[in-house]
């Protein structure tokens, strides 16, 4: 026998059981979301004491290990703690920085793209959805080492020289995938707009330029958000993959921290414990609140 | 574009030997109807008989494989037709009412005629108020659709199409996604609408209401028109089987 009944926390106080064929409640499956939104759902559905205890892990552990060593676990977190101002100020403000420059320049491109995805101009759109295409389906390193190592490092206008900073071209590099997605993000929100409302302004006269900025983005962009929001921290937790290039960022810094502290093992935890630490408080909120608008906004109508 | 030389002696929407097809499957075969300004015409016929493809073809949501759908004098099957002066003219009401959810009741009337017809905001403003009063929705002028019933939306919607002045209104089934008890109101507005001397062209099931209202009845089964006459007559003395059957059904 199985249990063909969901339990409802509040309804139902135990699972009723039938032998009976029984038609199943139906389930909206999440594949009318414009884009789903795994990644925030995964992270939100941790509880914040993850934090807490993320944070027991990074102290005990070494404890228990690292009991008889001579560098004790004062001074791993002492160490860590002369470091902090220098990890979190010039590291972890750097991430930061780099996701935001990254969203930024992302969504521009994104949402030219994704509107050019909805272009009846043919070669745009085909274009649009290749470029989509191409960057979405891509490895990020990969896109950021060709990024690197192909951009000139300074441009010359004239008689001036641009220089670009490494951390810049890293931004540009991360932009190229979170404009594919943020396309695709923008694409599929215009998608979910009932046909019903393309139709009653095509019979009101409206041109379509009319109808995508006057009825259809107005609509779909409460949509975008949560999804965009997604995408976001999924950026934020991505953006120690430019310290594989050089660039100053909270691991590249913290490396150098443990170097110049003679690289004793006992520091790896405590360091990188701190890392994982600081970038779930960033981005659990972040979740969290996705989430939430996402309830707020999936109710229409 | 068509030179535009419709006079009013002529028929304001004329169709002639239309065919429309989805793929493989005709929906449409050979149809032709005329309707003379100030008509109020009801095709009626059982699902999938081609009604509402025909009624959206007339303001080119659908285009046609072949034939001639003139409105007004303009050529709906013409490569240059500009489509945006057709649906100036030809005013168009859906099942699903189609209001736009992010503006209010007075909004939606007021969008097109400002985008559109360009026209001045306070024009537009009372005329959009008239023709709320009209539907006698003026205490709801500033409610947004979710706060609507579905026959309250259903008014809107005919209001936001009668603010563009159409010389032609189409109604898509108005009244098929209603409660039985706001079925009226929607019908009562419509019928004011024909009073008015407006042209309209109904795809309907309310039997009653196409026989009290309609100049003449078209009955379609399979995208051809079976058997069409005024009122009385339909309904009185169809002639031919599938009529009969569809009466017998419906009434």
């Known amino acids: 026998m199985f249990n063909y009944f969901q339990k409802i926390p509040g309804v139902s106080s135990f699972p009723r059981q039938t032998d009976l064929p029984v038609l199943l409640p139906y389930q909206a499956s999440s594949s009318g979301d414009p884009v789903d939104l795994r990644f925030s759902r995964w992270l939100a559905s941790s509880s914040p004491w993850v934090m807490v205890l993320l944070f027991l892990v990074i102290s005990l ?86 990024v690197m190592l192909t951009f000139p490092y300074e441009f010359e206008f004239g008689d001036r020289i641009i220089s670009i900073p490494d951390w810049m071209k890293a931004v540009f590099g991360l932009s190229l995938p979170i404009m594919a997605n943020i396309s695709e993000v923008v694409r599929g929100a215009v998608m979910s707009i009932p046909t019903g409302q393309w139709e ?81 408080a960033y981005c659990y909120p972040i979740a969290r609140w996705t989430l939430k608008l996402e309830k707020r906004y999936s109710v229409k109508l | 574009m068509t030179v535009n030389n419709w006079t009013p002696e002529q028929p304001i929407v004329s169709v002639n030997n239309v065919h429309k097809s989805f793929g493989e499957l005709e929906v449409l075969k050979g149809i032709s109807f005329d309707v003379m300004k100030g008509e109020v015409i009801c095709i009626i016929g059982p699902s999938g008989s081609g009604k509402s ?31 945006l002066e057709l649906r100036k003219k030809v005013g168009m009401v859906f099942q699903q009412y189609n209001l736009f959810p992010h503006k209010t009741a007075l909004e939606n009337i007021m969008m097109a005629p400002m985008l559109v017809l360009k026209e001045s905001k306070e024009d537009v403003h009372s005329k959009a108020q008239s023709l709320i009063r009209k539907v ?84 379609t089964d399979r995208g051809v028109i079976v058997e069409h006459g005024p009122p009385a007559t339909f309904f009185e003395n169809a002639q031919d089987p599938r009529t009969k059957e569809f009466l017998s059904q419906i009434l």
């Open chain 1, 61 to 146: 552990y070494p404890m228990i290990v690292l009991a008889q060593s001579k560098y004790t676990l004062e001074d791993a977190f002492y160490t860590l703690w002369r470091w902090l101002p220098f990890i979190v100020g010039s590291g972890f403000v750097m991430n930061i920085l780099i996701s935001f420059f990254t969203m930024l320049i992302g969504t521009v491109a994104g949402v030219i793209l994704g509107l050019g995805q909805i272009s009846v101009h043919t070669p745009l759109r085909k274009f649009s959805w290749f470029t989509t295409q191409l960057f979405r389906n891509s490895p990020w390193l990969v896109l950021l080492f060709i």
């Open chain 1, 200 to 280: 009653a302004a095509e019979s009101l006269a409206f041109s379509r330029t009319q109808t995508i900025w006057k009825i259809i983005l107005p609509q779909s962009f409460k949509r975008m958000i949560p999804p965009w929001m997604n995408w976001y921290a999924i950026l934020t937790m991505a953006t120690p993959l430019v310290s594989l290039l050089g660039v100053e960022e909270i691991v590249t810094l913290s490396r150098q921290a443990m170097e110049a502290e003679d690289n004793h093992p006992e520091l790896l935890i405590p360091f990188f414990g701190f890392a994982l630490v600081i970038f779930f």
């Open chain 2, 53 to 83: 493809t025909l009624i959206r073809c007339i303001n080119a949501l659908n285009e046609i494989n072949s034939g001639s759908i003139k409105v007004l004098g303009l050529e709906v099957n013409d490569p240059d037709l500009n489509k």
């Open chain 2, 136 to 219: 006698r929705l003026e205490d709801k002028q500033n409610s947004f659709p979710g706060e609507l019933s579905g026959g309250q939306q259903q008014r809107v919607a005919i209001a936001r199409s009668l603010a563009m002045n159409p010389d032609v209104m189409l109604f898509d089934e108005v009244t098929a996604a209603l409660d039985p008890e706001t079925v009226k109101e929607v019908l009562v507005t419509i019928k004011d609408l024909a009073a008015e001397g407006m042209t309209c062209i109904l795809v309907t099931h309310e039997m009653g209401f196409a026989r009290e209202l309609a100049d003449h009845i078209y009955f």
